[in-house]
């Protein structure tokens, strides 16, 4: 009885043996399958964060937000005596590379809220809107870059949903979208080739919303602002089959001086308006001169050295968001 016992065990190893290549794929697929789930799962979010920010957001700067988002587990900032102290992912006080320690609270910005660009697009929205971001407590404050969703629908650009609220709904410009303390970029643009772009057409509207609000001109080289224009997609034939009267109507913005005119207009439009309408306060920035980040600092209070640099370069491989 034991040899035939020891004769059955002897007859089984082998069978035993010839498991574990079995056992060894097995794990081999499921390891596939996981690596698979998480490129799916990396994808899925890389183009909801690529569709809440719109258009204006540069690869790169969509891998970091992505990485920053993914250590977000990790404390981002803690609360003391009503401010917050940022902390990067590894819990080490911002300020230590030169980023704010502080982060603000609207009420402690140097001038009041909200906080409008009127300056046009492609002359460094996105810089202005970095800065803020950078510097101001998110839990006591909102930023809309380009979207005003207004909490129950869609994504809608600040422009889209202006034109609607004044032409269609005949209500006051910032109607359902007022809840922003920064405003970095008004114009919208639809998938009909319209355009829209409140700081050359609403410009009252916009006044008698927020008459104490400050206002942002952004500013750089116009002939580099033209040639960011062009290198944007069919930004420049918008503006060509758009009416922005009386300087620049339907069918005038082919010829170089005609875009660069009107881009200086725009800019002495809202000053002019300022100056008429004096409860605004204007910060004018060259985003393209050494001194911009200064002039943001001392305007706000935000430090420039953590938080004010060029951001959202062109470099002509843009794609338009339709909202």
């Not at 069978?15 to 794929?25: A, V």
Request: positive net charge; proline residues 5%.
């Amino acid at each position: 009885m034991m040899r035939n016992l020891k004769i059955k065990a002897r007859s089984r190893s082998p069978k035993l043996h010839q498991q574990i290549p079995h056992q060894q794929n097995c794990c081999r697929w499921l390891l596939l399958l996981l690596y698979s789930c998480l490129i799916y799962w990396f994808g899925l979010i890389s183009g909801l964060f690529a569709c809440h920010h719109g258009f204006d957001l540069t690869a790169h700067e969509l891998s970091a937000s992505l990485l920053a988002a993914s250590t977000s587990g990790i404390s981002e900032f803690r609360m003391t005596n009503n401010s917050s102290i940022a902390l990067d992912e590894m819990g080490v006080p911002v300020d230590s590379h030169k980023g704010p320690a502080i982060l603000l609270k609207p009420e402690q910005l140097k001038l009041p809220t909200p906080i409008i660009v009127m300056g046009l697009m492609k002359a460094g929205t996105t810089s202005v809107y970095g800065y803020f971001k950078c510097g101001l407590d998110p839990s006591s404050s909102k930023l809309s870059h380009y979207n005003c969703n207004d909490g129950t629908k869609g994504l809608m650009s600040c422009g889209k949903r202006m034109r609607r609220n004044i032409t269609k709904m005949k209500t006051k410009a910032f109607h359902s979208m007022d809840m922003f303390t920064v405003y970095a970029e008004l114009d919208g643009q639809e998938k009909n080739g319209g355009i829209t772009v409140p700081q050359w057409q609403f410009v009252k509207e916009i006044h008698e919303h927020f008459p104490e609000a400050t206002w942002i001109l952004n500013l750089r080289d116009p002939h580099d602002w033209l040639k960011s224009i062009d290198k944007w997609q069919d930004l420049r034939q918008r503006f060509i089959d758009n009416p922005f009267l009386p300087d620049l109507p339907r069918g005038k913005g082919g010829d170089d001086q005609d875009m660069i005119e009107f881009y200086l207009k725009q800019a002495q439009r809202i000053r002019k308006f300022v100056e008429e309408n004096p409860s605004h306060t204007l910060v004018e920035v060259p985003i393209d001169k050494p001194e911009a980040g200064k002039i943001m600092e001392d305007a706000f209070g935000i430090s420039a050295e953590g938080c004010w640099r060029k951001r959202n370069v062109n470099d002509g491989s843009s794609v338009w968001v339709d909202h």
